[in-house]
């Protein structure tokens, strides 16, 4: 059974750091692009955040750069999001997911987690 499990959510206060992390497993997923994307409740899923396959270029929204870094360890089959200089509007559910497809595109990634809660207070 192909699973991704997301973890490292919480509180924190504006201008803190979180690092989600996001373990996978039933297959290897060396070869997908990791994406990491985003969720308030009543709004569409956004992308934050992707890494290719090895050598692993990544891709950013523009809302993020300069303050998140995407990164995976293919040998632990999980994928990192180091996200510092949180700002209240980054509160949301993070997901993490996977796809053949290099895109930003939620309906393009075929594997997804349960999500888990980033609440920056102000």
């Known amino acids: 059974q192909v699973q991704l499990v997301e973890s490292g959510g919480g509180l924190v206060q504006a201008g803190g750091s979180l690092r989600l992390s996001c373990a996978a497993s039933?297959?290897?997923?060396?070869?997908?692009?990791m994406g990491w994307f985003r969720q308030a409740h009543g709004k569409e899923r956004e992308f934050v955040a992707a890494?290719?396959?090895?050598?692993?270029?990544?891709l950013y929204a523009d809302s993020v750069k300069g303050r998140f870094t995407i990164s995976r360890d293919n040998a632990k089959n999980t994928v990192y999001l180091q996200m510092n200089s949180l700002k209240p509007e980054d509160t949301d559910v993070y997901y993490c997911?996977?796809?053949?497809?290099?895109?930003?595109?939620?309906?393009?990634?075929?594997?997804w987690g349960q999500g888990t809660q980033v609440t920056v207070s102000s």
């Open positions: 039933g297959r290897t997923f060396s070869n997908d692009i």
């Open positions: 890494v290719k396959r090895s050598p692993g270029s990544k």
């Open positions: 997911a996977a796809s053949q497809k290099t895109t930003g595109w939620p309906g393009d990634y075929d594997y």
